[in-house]
């Protein structure tokens, strides 16, 4: 059975309410996180989080001690990538889609290796702004919706998205993803996360079997690129389609430990 909530929602993407109504539950989650955020803040007097709004934007909350504690599980899942499948003592790695920096902050350091270079890419020019004030330790660059990145070909040991994939279109699918293996090295790895069989359990009937059927299903009538703008990505899809003829080195379909709720992949170039 469908949540009730995805029903409403469906409903308010049809009528062009979606944004509304977004920005007033980006008031109402302000206002309730207000102490707990407080309260954080104080524990760790050392801590920047970045403006509510673009936090809530990337992330739908402003819980601070929420956006430290995911982006330190996520960390460790690229931590753990990178040590199984990448040799060498130096390190580049470039985060597509970083937002307000809640995972690259977290990859100053990464056990037996050396130095580390870090680049955070997105296309919010607000994002890029802020982090670049307040993340010293990573260069960061400003995209557009589409390719290419304002990067070099061959550069990096590792490239990683978290949740980018599942706010494109089919069309955008395919241009990233040849985008991501320009600028990897080539014996780099791609890591990203997908809306697999565990998100699927949202999706409308329609849009359930065109899912089962191994086909990409978009939540459009937005803009793309944000948040409410939904892809959902049956693995079928993702193996014979996006990562045709990549060399696939892991499914996770279960990335609970974490802290997601989407499916990981890792391909190399």
Same mark, same amino acid.
């Given at each position: 059975?469908?949540?009730?909530?995805?029903?409403?929602?469906?409903?308010?993407?049809?009528?062009?309410?979606?944004?509304?109504?977004?920005?007033?539950?980006?008031?109402?989650?302000?206002?309730?996180?207000?102490?707990?955020?407080?309260?954080?803040?104080?524990?760790?007097?050392?801590?920047?989080?970045?403006?509510?709004?673009? /936090?809530?934007?990337?992330?739908?909350?402003? @819980?601070?001690?929420?956006? $430290?504690?995911? #982006?330190?599980?996520? +960390? &460790?899942? =690229?931590?753990? /990538?990178?040590?199984?499948?990448?040799?060498? @003592?130096?390190?580049?790695? $470039?985060?597509? #889609?970083?937002?307000? +920096? &809640?995972? =690259?902050?977290?990859?100053?350091?990464?056990?037996?290796?050396?130095?580390?270079?870090?680049?955070?890419?997105?296309?919010?020019?607000?994002?890029?702004?802020?982090?670049?004030?307040?993340?010293?330790?990573?260069?960061?660059?400003?995209?557009?919706?589409?390719?290419?990145?304002?990067?070099?070909?061959?550069?990096?040991?590792?490239?990683?998205?978290?949740?980018?994939?599942?706010?494109?279109?089919?069309?955008?699918?395919?241009?990233?993803?040849?985008?991501?293996?320009?600028?990897?090295?080539?014996?780099?790895?791609?890591?990203?996360?997908?809306?697999?069989?565990?998100?699927?359990?949202?999706?409308?009937?329609?849009?359930?079997?065109?899912?089962?059927?191994?086909?990409?299903?978009?939540?459009?009538?937005?803009?793309?690129?944000?948040?409410?703008?939904?892809?959902?990505?049956?693995?079928?899809?993702?193996?014979?389609?996006?990562?045709?003829?990549?060399?696939?080195?892991?499914?996770?379909?279960?990335?609970?430990?974490?802290?997601?709720?989407?499916?990981?992949?890792?391909?190399?170039?």
């Amino acid at each position: 059975m469908v949540p009730r909530k995805q029903t409403i929602a469906h409903w308010l993407r049809r009528w062009h309410l979606l944004q509304f109504a977004d920005r007033l539950a980006f008031l109402r989650a302000a206002w309730q996180s207000r102490r707990e955020n407080k309260r954080f803040l104080a524990e760790h007097p050392g801590f920047t989080p970045p403006p509510a709004r673009l /936090a809530y934007d990337a992330y739908n909350h402003v @819980n601070w001690r929420r956006y $430290c504690d995911v #982006g330190a599980a996520n +960390a &460790r899942l =690229i931590a753990e /990538a990178v040590k199984e499948h990448v040799s060498g @003592n130096d390190l580049q790695i $470039c985060e597509w #889609g970083c937002g307000p +920096a &809640r995972v =690259i902050r977290h990859l100053q350091r990464i056990e037996g290796f050396g130095k580390i270079d870090l680049v955070g890419a997105d296309y919010n020019e607000q994002t890029i702004d802020w982090c670049e004030k307040n993340i010293d330790f990573v260069r960061f660059v400003k995209n557009g919706l589409e390719p290419p990145l304002p990067l070099g070909s061959d550069c990096f040991d590792c490239v990683y998205a978290i949740s980018v994939f599942t706010h494109l279109s089919e069309r955008m699918h395919y241009a990233w993803i040849e985008e991501l293996f320009r600028i990897l090295k080539p014996s780099g790895i791609l890591l990203f996360t997908t809306h697999g069989d565990l998100a699927a359990k949202r999706l409308l009937p329609a849009e359930k079997e065109r899912y089962d059927s191994g086909n990409l299903v978009a939540r459009d009538r937005i803009r793309e690129g944000k948040k409410h703008f939904a892809a959902y990505h049956p693995p079928r899809f993702v193996v014979e389609r996006l990562l045709k003829d990549r060399a696939v080195l892991k499914h996770c379909d279960d990335a609970a430990s974490y802290q997601l709720e989407q499916d990981v992949w890792i391909a190399r170039k």
